[in-house]
């Protein structure tokens, strides 16, 4: 009884078979080639192929062992095998070592591998550098390493390129060094598949070295390539494109492409779409996408996604699951949590997660996050982190912070910081501020105020601020000072909107005597609700004069809490003699203090109390 799991191995190895089998045979087959391209002959070069095998004919008949070879191996490469049986044994019986070699590749196509194996080491031990390849592939075949190495030797030595690639592949299966060397000489040959490998060496080489150099590399590549090599040409692509040469990128890959492979296809769509040709990204996306690509089924997500198209971006992204990219797992995820389909987000980021998918293992815990299930996501966190995934060790921070673990947090935080996170690195460096570690909190500060976080250069801006010297009297007729380090970080945190950074920017304008630009900074923080900027903003227009356009903004400063304008308030209305006005503005700024400002709003109180009463 041969169950349904038996049957389907064993078609699947019948098939193999063959394929092996016709494998093995073209390279015999140019082995015969060769050796017929070797023997000397007197056609004339206007002869026709039928008027040279009828005139092979004739003489082989008469008995001419060179004609009884060469006919034979026409007929063997026609595929005419009973045709060229005859005249190879004749050929052979008279002992033509060419004759002998094609004998073997006549008896191994027909199934005939033994009996192939001993003409072959007739043909061999008589020198033939084909019949000893092929003989090496026989004993390789059938697991005699030692002979196999022997024969190949033997061709390899003798300027055989396919005995010198097949001994590389023999060498390099067991890591002998000097498999390259064999590598290289079927490629200087040019056979393209021992150029590809070579190069492989050499890039593998180049990278694993300090000063390796993947010039030579490359060369390599673009030969293979040159020669029709698919994957060679993909190769090309990817290093051309890396280097920003992405025309002639495009080209090698648009050659790998019509020669069907799918990774380059997939490559040319993003170039493509890179260049603004999402129509034609999309058909080459297509075309690997249809040959099992996932990375090109995902990319036709995305664009179907970015085009409002849930359902077919959908269909693409299950393609690529079905692909065995685990990405579209992932995507699918972030398709549904876009539409507000949790349950069946979490379903697909957990199917990405449990295949590895650090971002989705991310994505989870965030969601289980939301969803109020903590304990749930601290392990995704966890899982995610130590995967890799930056986001997650920065999330795991803000985890630890959330239940007051200050140095467990620190820890992830300083993980994600070390790894480029713009936010955990602010993070580590507020924390240094805490701490007393200055230095450290300064490095970090610069890293993340580097990398955009208008906090980070504001803080970075008052560590520096800090150790400025108290600035003495301004001599007369001095050149005016350059803006300091510090300056310029206030500056570039209140470009981003920074409200305290504003309002600081405009005290060191307003201190160098620079009315406008401190007027514009004022303005532009308590535009954005800053109550200090507010205050600064009305005692800058009230020394310009604008009293009125002042209390407007001490009022909105005032109403925000800040004591010092309230008081501004009383004092204007005392000198309006607005008492009541006055009293009240007493009472909000008392309220709000400081201390001083109370106690200064304390007293003008009772005076208009006094006043209001006399």
Request: aromatic share 6%.
């Amino acid at each position: 009884m041969v169950f349904m799991g038996d049957r389907a191995t064993l078609l699947e190895t019948g098939r193999f078979v063959q394929r092996h089998a016709r494998r093995a045979a073209d390279d015999i087959i140019e082995a015969a080639e060769a050796v017929d391209a070797a023997v000397d002959t007197t056609t004339a070069e206007s002869e026709t192929e039928t008027e040279t095998e009828a005139r092979h004919r004739r003489a082989a008949e008469n008995g001419d062992t060179s004609s009884m070879s060469l006919l034979g191996a026409l007929l063997l490469r026609r595929g005419d095998l009973d045709g060229a049986e005859p005249y190879l044994r004749g050929a052979t019986a008279e002992g033509d070592r060419a004759a002998a070699n094609n004998l073997g590749v006549l008896l191994h196509q027909r199934g005939y591998a033994d009996e192939a194996a001993g003409w072959w080491r007739v043909a061999a031990v008589a020198g033939s550098a084909p019949a000893a390849h092929a003989l090496g592939r026989y004993h390789r075949e059938h697991g005699d390493e030692p002979a196999a190495e022997y024969w190949l030797r033997q061709s390899a030595e003798q300027g055989h390129a396919l005995g010198a690639y097949a001994l590389a592949d023999l060498l390099e299966h067991r890591s002998d060094v000097g498999a390259e060397r064999w590598l290289r000489a079927a490629a200087e040959q040019g056979h393209r598949e021992a150029a590809y490998r070579l190069a492989l060496a050499l890039e593998r080489r180049a990278t694993q070295t300090p000063d390796g150099e993947p010039g030579e590399a490359e060369q390599w590549f673009r030969q293979a390539a040159a020669r029709g090599h698919r994957r060679a040409a993909l190769h090309l692509g990817a290093i051309l494109e890396k280097r920003g040469e992405l025309k002639e990128a495009g080209r090698w890959y648009l050659s790998s492409a019509k020669e069907g492979e799918a990774k380059a296809a997939c490559a040319l769509g993003f170039l493509l779409r890179d260049a603004g040709d999402e129509e034609s990204a999309a058909v080459w996306w297509l075309r690997a996408a249809q040959d099992g690509d996932g990375n090109a089924a995902n990319a036709l997500g995305a664009l179907h996604a970015a085009r409002g198209e849930q359902q077919t971006a959908e269909r693409w992204y299950r393609a690529a699951m079905d692909a065995g990219d685990v990405n579209g797992a992932y995507n699918l995820g972030l398709l549904c949590a876009a539409q507000d389909r949790n349950q069946q987000a979490e379903q697909w980021y957990r199917r990405a997660a449990y295949a590895g998918h650090r971002e989705a293992a991310n994505a989870l815990a965030v969601l289980l996050l939301q969803a109020g299930d903590a304990n749930g996501a601290e392990p995704w966190f966890s899982k995610a982190a130590e995967a890799g995934s930056v986001d997650a060790a920065f999330n795991l921070g803000i985890l630890y912070a959330g239940r007051d673990d200050d140095r467990s947090a620190l820890t992830w935080y300083e993980r994600a910081a070390a790894a480029g996170h713009t936010e955990a690195a602010l993070q580590v460096g507020i924390a240094g501020l805490r701490d007393g570690d200055e230095q450290s909190a300064e490095r970090h500060l610069r890293c993340a105020a580097g990398g955009g976080s208008a906090e980070a250069a504001f803080r970075l801006a008052t560590v520096l601020d800090a150790r400025r010297p108290e600035p003495g009297p301004p001599a007369l007729g001095a050149p005016r000072e350059e803006k300091s380090e510090c300056e310029e970080w206030y500056e570039r945190a209140a470009e981003q909107g920074h409200r305290r950074a504003q309002v600081r920017v405009g005290m060191l304008a307003a201190a160098r005597g620079d009315v406008a630009e401190a007027a514009h900074w004022y303005r532009e923080a308590a535009e954005a609700g800053s109550r200090n900027g507010a205050f600064n903003l009305g005692l800058l227009l009230a020394r310009e004069g604008s009293e009125r356009e002042a209390a407007l903004w001490w009022t909105r400063a005032a109403r925000a809490g800040h004591g010092r304008a309230a008081l501004r308030l009383a004092l204007l209305a005392a000198r309006r003699g607005e008492l009541t006005e006055g009293r009240r503005w007493c009472a909000r700024a008392v309220e709000l203090g400081p201390a001083e400002v109370a106690e200064r709003a304390a007293r003008l109180s009772e005076a208009l109390h006094q006043e209001l009463t006399a």
